[in-house]
């Protein structure tokens, strides 16, 4: 079996424990706040952290990506002792963290020419990321080669994904993802807009009212979906929001079974809630029929 090291950044919303267990690097995003405080996303600053200090700031953070030398320091660290190196990335979609990979894993050839290093672009955010490692593992576990790994880690991202809803409009008109106009709309009629990952970004593909019912109508959204209930396999996140969660996933199992397990559950770090904000729930599960998501795929 290869010994591999796995690296994510903040973005996946990794579970602690998961990243413990299996040892995965974890690097953080830097976020930088209205006061001139700065802090990385996961490593310096926790959930918690986060959402208490956006409380109180007059002003949304803004996010930026690590530089090539941090992120190359974290692979060569990785790679010590090891067969190889896989870093699964934010959507390039979404982030030039995906390119600065590359150019760091440049650097690190240039001396170390049989280095092992897969960078492989997610096309996605939050669990999506950490559900590829898993399989990674599992996959790494079971004998296959480093080819065949990151084969099996972007086929089981084809496989997945995701119903997200927004409490507040509010931050996703500060970054630039919607107009104006659509925020005092939306805000009026107490629209909660539902996303999902299209083509590696975030976009809307639905709209609840109201808030009251935002659980019976994710459930109902669910069951249009081509959702495989004949091998299930969900994960949940949320900004702030332990009580709607749990009442989602009670009523995911009264929908579809009280045997469903949840495979990942994690709150929406700061590198994502600073675009999506407090108060957004998220469900991921598994499709019955794979969509082409890489452009390399056949």
């Not at 992120?71 to 990335?89: F, K």
């Not at 049989?114 to 559900?131: F, G, P, Q, T, W």
């Not at 019976?216 to 959702?227: C, E, H, Q, Y």
């Amino acid at each position: 079996m290869l010994n591999i090291k796995y690296m994510v950044d903040s973005t996946s919303d990794i579970p602690r424990d998961f990243a413990k267990e299996h040892d995965v690097s974890v690097l953080g995003m830097p976020i930088l706040f209205e006061d001139g405080m700065s802090a990385l996303d996961w490593v310096e600053m926790d959930a918690d952290e986060f959402y208490d200090k956006l409380s109180k700031s007059h002003q949304i953070p803004t996010t930026s990506q690590p530089s090539i030398p941090v992120i190359e320091e974290m692979m060569r660290a990785g790679l010590e002792g090891r067969d190889a190196l896989i870093y699964v990335t934010i959507s390039s979609k979404g982030s030039g963290t995906y390119q600065a990979a590359h150019l760091a894993k440049k650097n690190i050839l240039e001396d170390n020419p049989d280095a092992k290093i897969e960078i492989v672009d997610s096309m996605a955010y939050s669990l999506y990321i950490v559900a590829m490692v898993q399989e990674g593992i599992r996959l790494q576990e079971a004998g296959k080669s480093l080819e065949e790994i990151v084969a099996g880690m972007k086929e089981f991202r084809c496989k997945t994904d995701v119903l997200v809803v927004v409490d507040t409009l509010k931050y996703l008109e500060k970054g630039g993802r919607i107009n104006k106009a659509s925020l005092i709309a939306g805000t009026l009629l107490d629209l909660k807009p539902v996303l999902s990952v299209r083509g590696g970004v975030m976009e809307s593909i639905d709209k609840f009212r109201g808030s009251k019912t935002i659980i019976s109508k994710m459930v109902k959204k669910l069951k249009t979906t081509d959702i495989d209930l004949d091998d299930p396999y969900f994960c949940m996140v949320n900004s702030q929001v332990p009580d709607r969660a749990a009442q989602l996933w009670e009523a995911v199992k009264a929908e579809f079974g009280q045997e469903q397990k949840l495979v990942f559950e994690s709150q929406i770090g700061a590198t994502v809630g600073t675009h999506i904000g407090p108060g957004t729930l998220a469900i991921f599960y598994k499709l019955k029929h794979p969509v082409q998501i890489y452009e390399n795929e056949v």
